[in-house]
């Protein structure tokens, strides 16, 4: 560990800190429907939109028909998608003449983007045609992230409605999301990369010959456009295989450091966004706490784990700290800090190799997501995970006061704290049984490469990423079979993995989704109570240690035996493996 490294944390803090309430109160302005600097330019873009569609913006939906929209909408995404990448060999801007993925492995694909999450069973530049790319993967990019924001922002009228059940227009919140937050910030987002050496060329890959007389080929591509989208949506797909440790996607230390911020950027900020449409801007800084106060934890412990090595290292007297799968023009450090921010994020992006780290420093990504990624989360999905966690914690300090449980002034009932449940549980849940599953039957054990409690690792890190969306991997669990791997049980051993890496993306997406939706629905309807001398704060550090402590405690509950299999024995063993 370094001051230097210590310094350039900190300073990653402040300024996330600082941009906060300002794009938040911006996003705040764009959902309530007042004008912003961009409407004189994009207004008229807004309204041919609605007459294409044939849509009122003026007509509310209720917490029903908003989730029905965003279900079929989704749906109508998935088709389109899955048709342009098993189509792939007719299309055009595809320079290496790449034909289609397998359909399981599309299918995984498809779900992958169209759930948010971006986990990736492919090589990028090996795979797929730039048409693929720009036109399925990037626009999905864009359109998932979309609609994470819209549902967080009904979500949001539900908690500070007063007696309605009506929560927004999904059509109105998904096309305002994108022409006035995604487009323009991903528009400069991608001319600040391109400044800084990532590329953005339609050309084809370049061959050429190395100093030792060897044959290369350079992969190109269009890739500042999609790495801006993938980062501020928190989509987290690579371009290309190695992602963010690929200079292509991540040229330098300031575009690293850029990158970093764009994960976080719109999740923090939507926290100052729920401060302002609830009308109580300290609720949405205590939200901010509780999140920021879980990140700081989380980059202490990996950054001090990886500068000091695992047992293993110093018993092979390896010292400098855990270099291994580290990008040395970034450090130990940024790497720490990468792996915890893009698991505090729905994210999944990487500038280092995840499977590299200590066990101890390797827990500390795996955790994040287990908390259900409400560390600040996905753009939309992690503030609402997180409004339900608030919700759980009001109830259990109800529960301890022997009163009725009351968030934003409205009471939390028996109806309510079953929805929360649901939406909290569910995804837990999915990972263990995915799990489970993988290492128990014959068809997970050629998606393995390591074994001992390395092997179980991988496999639980890969459906905690998966279901929790985050999209991130230990690089030693595969959707390919190798011919020869032991355990090989054919051409099941990729369809298992990809079809139930599939459905846990979808269900760990779509379930919580429609439970914080029907959570909304039902606050909507109730009016606020007037605070009294027993009421609970929810805008006080009080209230931020018993939301953080909440978080922590249901994760350790789920998932406390799962992490003693796993990286705990890894961190304390002395065998290399």
Do not use: C
């Not at 399981?104 to 169209?114: E, H, K, L, W």
């Not at 090595?309 to 700290?321: D, F, V």
């Amino acid at each position: 560990m370094t001051a230097q490294g210590w310094l350039q944390i900190a300073f990653y803090l402040v300024v996330l800190t600082g941009l906060t309430p300002l794009l938040g109160g911006y996003m705040a302005r764009v959902y309530q429907g007042e004008r912003v600097a961009l409407d004189r330019v994009l207004g008229p873009i807004e309204r041919l939109v609605y007459r294409v569609l044939r849509t009122d913006p003026a007509r509310q939906q209720d917490w029903k028909e908003y989730a029905r929209t965003t279900l079929v909408f989704s749906a109508l995404f998935f088709v389109v998608l899955f048709v342009i990448l098993r189509t792939q060999g007719i299309h055009p801007f595809n320079p290496e003449g790449f034909d289609s993925a397998p359909w399981d492995v599309t299918f995984n694909t498809t779900a992958s983007f169209i759930s948010n999450t971006n986990w990736q069973f492919y090589g990028g530049e090996t795979t797929l045609s730039y048409f693929s790319q720009m036109a399925g993967l990037a626009v999905q990019n864009f359109v998932s992230a979309a609609v994470g924001m819209a549902v967080l922002a009904a979500v949001i009228r539900g908690f500070a409605s007063r007696g309605t059940k009506e929560l927004g227009n999904f059509w109105q919140d998904v096309t305002r999301t994108l022409l006035y937050i995604l487009v323009p910030l991903s528009f400069v987002g991608a001319l600040v990369l391109v400044s800084q050496g990532v590329i953005q060329t339609l050309g084809g890959y370049v061959s050429y010959a190395t100093v030792q007389g060897l044959d290369q080929t350079l992969a190109m591509g269009p890739a500042a456009s999609q790495i801006a989208i993938k980062q501020l949506g928190t989509n987290g797909g690579g371009f290309f295989n190695v992602n963010s440790a690929m200079p292509f996607e991540n040229a330098n230390g300031f575009g690293n450091f850029v990158e970093m911020l764009f994960i976080l950027l719109i999740p923090a900020a939507l926290t100052a966004t729920f401060g302002r449409m609830v009308g109580n801007r300290r609720q949405g800084w205590a939200l901010y706490a509780a999140m920021a106060a879980l990140m700081v934890a989380g980059v202490v412990v990996a950054y001090a784990a990886e500068a000091n090595g695992s047992p293993a290292e110093k018993a092979a007297q390896i010292t400098g700290g855990n270099l291994e799968g580290k990008e040395q023009r970034f450090g130990i450090a940024n790497s720490a800090l990468w792996a915890t921010v893009t698991t505090d994020a729905s994210n999944g992006s990487v500038n280092s190799a995840h499977d590299s780290y200590t066990g101890i420093g390797g827990s500390v990504p795996l955790i994040n997501m287990m908390t259900g990624e409400v560390i600040f989360g996905g753009v939309g999905s992690g503030l609402y995970g997180m409004l339900l966690m608030a919700l759980l914690a009001v109830f259990i300090a109800g529960l301890m006061v022997g009163r009725t449980p009351e968030y934003l002034g409205k009471k939390v009932e028996a109806r309510e704290v079953k929805l929360v449940l649901i939406g909290v549980l569910f995804v837990p849940l999915g990972v263990l049984v995915g799990t489970a599953l993988a290492v128990a039957t014959k068809y997970g054990a050629p998606s393995i490469y390591n074994s001992g409690p390395q092997g179980f690792t991988e496999t639980l890190y890969a459906y905690t990423s998966q279901t929790n969306n985050n999209g991130s991997a230990f690089a030693g669990f595969t959707g390919f079979v190798q011919p020869n791997a032991p355990g090989n049980v054919g051409a099941f051993g990729i369809t298992f993995a990809d079809l139930l890496g599939g459905v846990a993306m979808l269900t760990g997406r779509f379930v919580p989704i429609v439970a914080a939706l029907a959570v909304a629905g039902s606050l909507a309807t109730k009016r606020t109570a007037p605070f009294g001398a027993g009421t609970f704060r929810t805008d006080t550090p009080t209230f931020v240690f018993l939301l953080a402590a909440v978080i922590v405690i249901v994760g350790a509950l789920t998932f406390f035996p799962a992490l003693l299999l796993g990286p705990v024995v890894q961190g304390l063993t002395t065998q290399l493996f």
